[in-house]
């Protein structure tokens, strides 16, 4: 009973229990439902704010937007104003550049007009001498600069040197023409060269017992008359009638002329391909040349070299040549293999001429320009810039070496290359500061610098275009340089002889230009800046000037290595420019290797014909190869082009 009790009031219990579940239950779910409801009014108030914000930000973003709009049509019409700006800007330095030039103009013109004034000349009449010097010959500036000098000039009497005159005079008589007959009517008596004296031959007794006559040449008119058939001789020809040299006897000669078209020729060799078993396969030998992958062969070498550097052609033209001869290469691999070629012959042949001309006492310096072609290899850009080739002469060695480097017109170049720690103990160059440079750097050295008297003649023959009271200047420089040639001819051409002739001489003329340089620069501003400039430039280097007054072996002038620029000023008028730095220096080496020949009267293609066959060969490059050494051997009557 106890029992039941328990189980009973358990079982109210758990009903009270449950009915306490049943509404926790029934209150969680009221809850959850204000839950819901509270979460729905959160999501429609959040869902609203973002919808603002949203609208918000799409307004903002419009606006910025038409901001954004409005500003690139700014910025379009600000560089519309930028570009009007700098177009203006560039008129406007365009127009300074003419204003400059127009003010540089004028102050030329305003310097002549008072160099004109100070030499009591009126300026138009000195505007009209200077546009003759310009554009027209000058007879009187050519007539000084080509060293013509009248032996009965008043002026040379006046001077006090009629002596000088008439010593000359003496010298030359034999040998000088008496033109006064064959040209009555001309004005001036030109002084004669002495003619280069040869070496005398011992005459046959064939020869001593012949007269001398003169040669006489017979149209076949004439020879008819005479009896001779001449009807198988070509219309036109004449036969020319002299003395056999060793018969003594008539001989009738005609000389025809002919020419053999030149021709290259291009030969192909078969190579053949063979494969020895065991090992990879093999070529027959190749035919043998002077550089490895290259196909130009002696004998062209020098169809190309004397074209370029004797006769100075262009390249298009040495290839339009080549064309006629039915032989077709491109430019690009014709330019290539040749300057392999000549940087081939500068890399084993520069540095003993160089060696030879350091050995020398004395030399002859100068530069000439050279247009080189530049490129930049990041952007591509092209430019053309004017190199200078630097040049030595050595008169004692008969080598001309002509050097090339990159940048500017230094001295550093001749200096390391040429005279450092080199046997030359005076130079003759004219007045450039690279050479007094040289002679500073070098002062242990002892090296000396003449002074070029052509250049100091050159500026007093532009001071006397102004002003003509400097002609007695010029006049007696070209005395000077006449007795220079008359020594020259004579037979006794040693140093001690060449000094014992300068001092009779040359020192009495000189003192004389001095003397009268001196009072000119004295005189100040009754002479012009022309005459000053000219003036100065001998007195400031007096010392260098008068340096060949001490040593025979010093020429006076620069003119010999000036001669060797020319086939250079040729060239630069013909193919205009070089295409690389590279090739400016090869360029510039053959000039000098052909101005070498020159000067030992050595035939230029055949020396290198020679001198490349002897390099495919496998003969070694020594001494003997450079011009002044060099023996010429005969070249096989068939070669390989």
């Known amino acids: 009973m106890k029992k039941e009790d328990n189980i009973q009031i358990q079982m109210r219990h758990f009903k009270m229990e449950n009915v306490r579940l049943h509404g926790e239950v029934s209150r969680l779910n009221q809850y959850v439902v204000f839950l819901e409801e509270e979460n729905r009014t959160?999501?429609?108030?959040?869902?609203?704010?973002?919808?603002?914000?949203?609208?918000?930000?799409?307004?903002?973003?419009?606006?910025?937007?038409?901001?954004?709009?409005?500003?690139?049509?700014?910025?379009?019409?600000?560089?519309?104003?930028?570009?009007?700006?700098?177009?203006?800007?560039?008129?406007?330095?365009?127009?300074?550049?003419?204003?400059?030039?127009?003010?540089?103009?004028?102050?030329?013109l305003r310097k002549v007009a008072d160099a004109a004034k100070e030499?009591?000349?009126?300026?138009?009449?000195?505007?009209?001498?200077?546009?003759?010097?310009?554009?027209?010959?000058?007879?009187?500036?050519?007539?000084?600069?080509?060293?013509?000098?009248?032996?009965?000039?008043?002026?040379?009497?006046?001077?006090?040197?009629?002596?000088?005159v008439k010593a000359i005079m003496e010298r030359t008589s034999e040998e000088r023409r008496d033109t006064s007959e064959e040209h009555p009517k001309s004005r001036k008596v030109k002084v004669p060269l002495p003619k280069k004296k040869e070496k005398k031959q011992v005459p046959s007794a064939t020869e001593t017992a012949s007269v001398k006559r003169k040669r006489r040449v017979y149209d076949a008119t004439v020879l008819l008359q005479m009896g001779i058939d001449t009807s198988n001789l070509p219309e036109g020809s004449k036969l020319i009638k002299r003395k056999d040299k060793e018969s003594g006897e008539d001989v009738w000669y005609i000389k025809l002329f002919f020419h053999k078209k030149a021709q290259v020729i291009c030969r192909e060799y078969k190579i053949g391909r063979f494969n020895v078993p065991g090992s990879d396969p093999s070529n027959s030998k190749y035919p043998d040349r002077i550089l490895e992958n290259n196909p130009v062969m002696p004998s062209f070498a020098r169809f190309y070299f004397e074209s370029k550097f004797a006769y100075g052609l262009s390249e298009n033209r040495i290839i339009e040549m080549l064309?006629?001869?039915?032989?077709?290469?491109?430019?690009?691999?014709?330019?290539?293999?040749?300057?392999?070629?000549?940087?081939?012959?500068?890399?084993?042949?520069?540095?003993?001429?160089?060696?030879?001309?350091?050995e020398s006492k004395f030399t002859n310096n100068d530069g000439t320009r050279l247009l080189v072609r530049s490129g930049d290899a990041e952007t591509g850009a092209v430019s053309y810039k004017i190199e200078y080739i630097q040049a030595a002469l050595s008169l004692e060695k008969k080598l001309v070496v002509m050097l090339y480097k990159e940048g500017s017109r230094g001295h550093e170049l001749?200096?390391?290359?040429?005279?450092?720690?080199?046997?030359?103990?005076?130079?003759?160059?004219?007045?450039?500061?690279?050479?007094?440079?040289?002679?500073?750097?070098?002062?242990?050295?002892?090296?000396?610098?003449?002074?070029?008297?052509?250049?100091?003649?050159?500026?007093?023959?532009?001071?006397?275009?102004?002003?003509?009271?400097?002609?007695?200047?010029?006049?007696?420089?070209?005395?000077?340089?006449?007795?220079?040639?008359?020594?020259?001819?004579?037979?006794?051409?040693?140093?001690?002889?060449?000094?014992?002739?300068?001092?009779?001489?040359?020192?009495?003329?000189?003192d004389r230009i001095m003397n009268r340089l001196e009072k000119i620069r004295k005189a100040g501003s009754e002479y012009g800046t022309m005459v000053h400039r000219a003036v100065n430039y001998i007195l400031d280097d007096r010392e260098a000037f008068e340096r060949f007054l001490s040593d025979g072996r010093i020429d006076m002038h620069n003119n010999a290595i000036e001669r060797c620029f020319r086939h250079i000023a040729i060239g630069r008028r013909n193919w205009l420019h070089t295409g690389s730095h590279e090739s400016a220096q090869n360029i510039a080496f053959m000039f000098g290797l052909y101005e070498s020949c020159q000067l030992n009267n050595v035939d230029f293609g055949h020396y290198i014909e020679d001198i490349l066959t002897r390099i495919v060969n496998g003969e070694a490059i020594d001494e003997s190869f450079i011009p002044c050494n060099y023996v010429a051997r005969p070249l096989e009557e068939e070669t390989v082009a």
């Open 42 to 108: 959160v999501e429609s108030e959040i869902r609203s704010e973002c919808q603002v914000t949203i609208d918000q930000l799409r307004y903002r973003l419009e606006v910025a937007e038409a901001k954004l709009e409005v500003m690139a049509r700014k910025a379009e019409s600000e560089t519309r104003r930028a570009d009007a700006a700098e177009a203006m800007v560039s008129a406007r330095d365009k127009r300074i550049t003419e204003l400059e030039e127009a003010v540089k103009r004028y102050k030329e």
């Open 119 to 164: 030499s009591n000349m009126d300026y138009k009449d000195l505007l009209e001498v200077i546009k003759r010097r310009t554009f027209q010959r000058n007879s009187d500036a050519t007539r000084f600069l080509n060293g013509e000098i009248d032996p009965h000039d008043p002026l040379l009497e006046e001077m006090g040197f009629e002596d000088i």
């Open 323 to 358: 064309k006629s001869m039915k032989t077709s290469i491109p430019q690009s691999s014709l330019n290539l293999w040749m300057h392999q070629i000549m940087a081939h012959l500068r890399d084993r042949l520069e540095p003993l001429i160089l060696a030879a001309i350091r």
């Open 414 to 510: 001749q200096e390391e290359k040429i005279f450092k720690g080199s046997s030359i103990e005076c130079f003759v160059a004219d007045r450039l500061s690279v050479y007094q440079t040289i002679v500073e750097d070098l002062e242990d050295q002892h090296l000396q610098r003449q002074a070029c008297w052509f250049h100091g003649r050159h500026y007093l023959v532009d001071a006397y275009m102004v002003d003509h009271r400097v002609e007695d200047v010029i006049k007696l420089i070209n005395l000077l340089f006449y007795i220079e040639r008359v020594l020259q001819g004579e037979d006794d051409t040693s140093p001690e002889a060449r000094l014992a002739f300068r001092k009779r001489w040359s020192k009495r003329i000189v």
